[in-house]
């Protein structure tokens, strides 16, 4: 009998389905692995292809003891294809065939609907490792290059998962579509990554921890509502990626939360009360709370971008058609359809912002970007009582929705963070107070030198609170490979 719960490890690529006697995907997917396994030694430099990671691996999707760790060399990790188990009796959740039984295979209808929703999901996973590539080399420790290593490999693993769909369920398009997904490359002027925010650059730990407390999230929010598919393959693929997540998630909140619980240390330490002293600060080899700030509003606004138009026919579409559901969407209570609904989305009239309501249907980006924007506060606001308890008087927080946007209304619009619209003039010459400079690059730049010393961190980070697995503090977490 099949074993749903627990991973097979009999064919090369471990699976809770079935491959072993699904020979057509299992042979596509074989095919598919040595160009996976080439993107992969070119991106990860070779010295730490070699060294051992103590690594989590999904071995199971049972919520209990779904993960063992171990310490695997990268290119060894067993990257397998993981769906969650199947919801008996489960029901398409929204939009016109609300109630129908979900589909086991592909509805023709929404056949390329659905597989370019897969396929953008698909493209932003390698297109993070690419972005976070270089990071390796500047780790402030063991404890942090072990759970960069540990977000990239699962961010190849949910390759897997996008690529195992298109292989199964599309036929020779899914199969372009799959060796598309390792040739375009983040930032690339001939091919790039299909979204935004997956062509700018992560350049050093501090853009790390931000992409993953911000960008990883909407992946959370994008993987919440594709749960929700009513094409049930693709809801229990992303329910388990869902697991997953939440750790790349933790890594950001609490990497961004050690920065800035170090900088107040040292300002308390040398008694300088004012956060936005900012050459003395710098001068203790740690990162001021107003770059910190800088930083934090251009990843939120990158992230932002991610959740595409505020009113979308696209989106309307997909909810419509039981492709893509709302957060949370079986919890709501409505008819799920929204033929009658209204949601408010800003707009920019003559240069005001005005909230104006608009068909809930055509709103379904919007909503999921509320939702998103509610998930966000909450680590900005245990970032801010770090701040308080340190005595230092400083807030961080979120700009408003019409700041430094790039897809929707606001784009290009002279909005500050405070939400006023401003001229363009004006918000042109204020743009290094509001986001990360040349010169606030370079000081963070000059700031990641590696430290790989177990239970060693650099001086501008501080030590986490509890280690991985329940690891003591000094635990060598990467056991470097020495040429
Ligand atoms: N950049 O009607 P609209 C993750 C395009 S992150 C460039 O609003 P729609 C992860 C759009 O494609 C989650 N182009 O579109 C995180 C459309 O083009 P076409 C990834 C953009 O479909 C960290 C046109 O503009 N998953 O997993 O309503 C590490 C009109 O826009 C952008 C998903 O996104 C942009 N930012 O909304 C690792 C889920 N925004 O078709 C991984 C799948 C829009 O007219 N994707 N455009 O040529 C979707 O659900 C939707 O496609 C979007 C866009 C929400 C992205
Ligand atoms: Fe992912
Ligand atoms: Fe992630």
Redesign the pocket.
Known sequence: MLDLINVAYDTQIPNNVGLSTDKRVLKALERWHPGYINWWNDLIPEKFQKSLIYLRTAVSVDPKGWAKFDYVKMPEYRWGVLLAPQVEDRIIPCGEHYGKPAWQEVPGEYRSMLR??IV??GD??P??VEQQRHLGKTAPSLYDMRNLFQVNVE?GR?LWAMVYLLQKYFGADGREEADDLLRRQSGSEEAPR????FNEVTPDWLSFFM?TYF??R??KM??ES?AQSGFDPLSRTCRFMLTEEAHHMFVGETGVGRIVERTCQAMNDAGITDPYDIEKIRALGVIDLPTIQKKLNLHYTLSL?????EV????AN?FNAGI?GRYMETKIEDDHQLHNDTYPVSQLVDGNIEVVDSPALSAI?MRLRDDYTRDAAGGVGRWNRVIAKAGIEFELSLPHEGFHRQ?GVFTGAPVTPEGRVIAKDEWDARRGEWLPTGADGDFIQSLMIPVSEPGKFAGWIAPPRVGIDNKPGDFEYVQLYMA
Do not use: C, W, Y
């Open positions: 370019r929703l953008i999901q932003t996973e297109a993070s961010e949910h299909m979204l935004g925010a992409f960008t990883d909407d992946g994008q993987l594709l971008d991610l959740f595409g138009q979308s026919t696209n989106a997909a893509k980006n897809i």
